[in-house]
Structures are given as structure tokens and as C-alpha cells.
């Protein structure tokens, strides 16, 4: 069974940093290009990053540049995005999602059920 499961989330003060993890089982998650989605509350999903597969081509969304760093271990199947210079305007459940493909142009196909990150002082 295709699963992603993410962790790491949690309650962090502005300007602070988490790590999130993103697993996978059924799968090996270096075959495949992996987002990082969020969501707020009352907002729509939208993409955080991605990573390509074999090649490891990576992306941001321009408000999360500079602060967030997407990256693979293959040998732990994980990939992470760490966070750091964490505002307010971060808190949302994120979800890592399998793309459709080789590259970070693909749709999403299968999803995490998230992890919610909450930046407060």
C-alpha cells in the first residue's frame, strides 16, 4: 500500500526553525519528485517545494525562499524541508506529496495527511 507519511510539526516562535520529515512506504521515494504543500486555514493549498527525482532539481515559492531548504536522504527514503526565520504567516498543515513524473511539473498523485506547524509567540 502507497503511503507518505510527514512529521516534525509542532509550535515554534517567530523567527524559529523546524525540521519536517516526509516518509514512504510501498514506494521508494528517491524514484519519484516530492512537494511540500501548506495550507491555511480559510486559504487554498499551495506549493512550498519540490524536489526532482534522480537529479534532485530543487524549488521554492518565492515567500519561503532563502528560508526553507528541501533535501533527499535515499538512504533513510525521507525527504525533509527544514524551516528556519519561521513568521507567522507559516502556520498551516503541510503535506509532502508524490508528483506524477520525473520533475517538479508534475500533479500531485498521492498525498500525506500533513503536519500542522503553528509559528506564535
Known amino acids: 500500500q502507497l503511503q507518505l507519511v510527514e512529521s516534525g510539526g509542532g509550535l515554534v516562535q517567530p523567527g524559529g526553525s523546524l525540521r519536517l520529515s516526509c516518509s514512504s512506504s510501498?514506494?521508494?521515494?528517491?524514484?519519484?519528485?516530492i512537494g511540500w504543500f501548506r495550507q491555511a486555514p480559510g486559504k487554498e493549498r499551495e506549493g512550498v517545494s519540490c524536489?526532482?527525482?534522480?537529479?534532485?532539481?530543487?524549488n521554492y515559492a518565492d515567500s519561503v525562499k532563502g528560508r526553507f531548504t528541501i533535501s533527499r536522504d535515499n538512504a533513510k527514503n525521507t525527504v525533509y524541508l527544514q524551516m528556519n526565520s519561521l513568521k507567522p504567516e507559516d502556520t498551516a498543515v503541510y503535506y509532502c506529496?508524490?508528483?506524477?513524473?520525473?520533475?517538479?511539473?508534475?500533479?500531485?498523485?498521492?498525498w500525506g495527511r500533513g503536519t500542522q506547524v503553528t509559528v506564535s509567540s
Open positions: 524536489i526532482s527525482s534522480s537529479v534532485g532539481g530543487t
Open positions: 506529496a508524490r508528483l506524477v513524473g520525473y520533475y517538479c511539473s508534475g500533479l500531485p498523485e498521492y
Open positions: 510501498g514506494f521508494t521515494l528517491a524514484n519519484y519528485p
